[in-house]
């Protein structure tokens, strides 16, 4: 018996159309993974009966089957994320944005923050103990829940699920507080009280931007690096007439917005609309 499992193999052209059809349709840059390609989809495409990428590639693109994309979009993505993530940015979030949010928002007590590109919920949990901490028992006269989205259901499904083994840096006082523990083992499921604060939706960051509320906030974290120049820049300026004025967006530190005329930068990473 071969023991060896072998990745499909991926023609030139299939490879291309691929990469196009990616590209085009979710900003994601694959030009470069041809390896990743191979390595990722091969398993699932093999125990769906493929032989090769031009049948499942051919059957794809003529039916546009959910399933076959929900599976592209799944193994294609990267969905590396972690609670408190570039910590700097929530000590931000807390010592500046939220108190003037706070102030600017004391009548209608609405905020509006975006976790665009969330993966499987460590950042938005994270925003929400943050909001949670911040408001305290005022909470519940505020509307401070966070947009979570994403385009992969596995990294959706996982965020809904709110269960995770939490880092060993994560304070004991947030466990103790904002998570509960699974039986004796090591994984613990977010509270109620900051799960109910997050609303998961798919979203594609390709897509216009019509959400009801223009958002004071919007983290972008570790998604554009993925996306090519004009990708970026043409998200960037949705992102901007989605915000209202002075509002906050957040990139990773290993991003830049370069040189922009919608905003300006005010901490490592962290920039405001013009
Ligand atoms: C590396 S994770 C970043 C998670 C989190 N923001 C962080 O910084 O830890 C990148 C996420 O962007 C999502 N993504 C990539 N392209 C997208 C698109 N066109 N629309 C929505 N989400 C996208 C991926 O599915 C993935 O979950």
Known sequence: MDMIFHDLTITDADFQRLVKFIHNNYGIDLSKKRQLITSRL??????????????????????????????????????????????????????????????????????????????????????????????????????TRVLATDISQQALAKARAGVYQPPADMPSEWLRRY?????????????????????????????????????????CRNVMIYFDQST????????????????YLFISHSESLGQTPLFRMVASAVYRKK
Not at 47 to 76: A, C, I, M
Not at 232 to 247: S, T
Request: some cysteine; charged content about 25%; glycine content about 4%.
């Open 179 to 219: 998570f509960v523990h699974n039986g004796a083992g090591t994984e613990y499921t977010v509270a109620p009280a900051i799960r109910d604060n997050v609303i998961f939706r798919t979203f594609n960051l390709m897509d216009p931007i019509h959400f009801k509320l223009k958002f004071d906030v919007i983290f």
């Open 42 to 143: 091969s398993h699932s495409l093999k125990d769906r009966g493929y032989k090769d990428f031009k049948s499942f590639l051919e059957h794809l693109f003529t039916t546009k089957d959910p399933q076959d994309l929900e599976l592209v979009l799944n193994k294609l993505t990267t969905n590396y994320t972690y609670f408190l993530r570039e910590k700097e940015h929530f000590t931000f979030f807390r010592d500046t944005v939220l108190p003037e949010l706070a102030q600017r928002h004391q009548r209608d007590k609405v905020l509006s923050i975006w976790s665009a590109g969330c993966s499987s919920g460590e950042e938005p949990y994270t925003l929400s103990i943050y909001l949670k901490e911040f408001f305290g028992n005022q909470a519940k006269q505020w509307d």
């Open 232 to 247: 970026r820049d043409a998200l960037v300026k949705r992102f901007y007439d989605a915000m209202n004025p002075n509002a």
